[in-house]
């Protein structure tokens, strides 16, 4: 094998190694997708994500909350729904739910705290959207047109614009961090 092949396969490798280390490493290890685990929320990021200590030890997790879609904190209502999840789960123990890992490495699961979901409740407090999955409605369309219909925050009659999907808002503006 010639030197330049030889240093082609290094190269190789230790990208490998590097793109196994960000996705599978050690601070995934102690947040497997597929399992239940317990931890304490230390930061809420916006409406939809928060970071989580597990309870056992080791590094916080960054948690996506799966089946809603809150604002963006660029975007307005973004910092409303935030602070209610803050309000909400800040410094509280949780059971995580991991469902997978999203494409920026957040784990994605189902948080409850005291046996109600987290998720759920954001909706139903109007601080976040159920997740639509293409066509298909989310889990918690119920709860969605209960909090449109009482006109319970991002849905609030008082606000001078409709509110606008984060995904929509996300096409047309951007993300909020670049």
């Known amino acids: 094998m010639s030197l330049a092949i030889r240093d082609e396969v290094k190269a190789l490798a230790a990208l490998a190694l590097a793109v196994w280390l960000a996705c599978c490493g050690p601070a995934r290890a102690s947040a497997p ?3 239940m ?3 304490v929320v230390t930061y809420v990021v916006d409406g939809d994500t928060v970071w989580v200590r597990p309870a056992d030890g080791g590094k916080p997790v960054s948690v996506r909350v799966d089946g809603i879609d809150a604002p963006e904190i660029c975007q307005p209502g973004g910092g409303i729904s935030r602070d209610a999840l803050k309000r909400r789960a ?5 059971a995580v739910f991991g469902r997978r890992h999203d494409d920026y490495g957040r784990l994605l699961a189902r948080l409850e705290l005291n046996g109600d979901d987290l998720g759920q409740w954001m909706v139903s407090q109007g601080q976040a959207w159920s997740y639509q999955y293409g066509r298909r409605a ?3 369309a119920l709860q969605q047109s209960r909090a449109k219909a009482a006109g319970l925050g991002l849905f609030s009659p008082s606000d001078a614009m409709p509110p606008v999907y984060p ?3 996300r096409k ?3 993300p909020c961090h670049a």
């Open 33 to 35: 997708a597929q399992a």
């Open 37 to 39: 685990w317990v931890g």
């Open 90 to 94: 800040l410094g509280q123990r949780i």
């Open 138 to 140: 989310g889990p918690y």
């Open 167 to 169: 995904r929509a808002f």
């Open 172 to 174: 047309q503006h951007g």
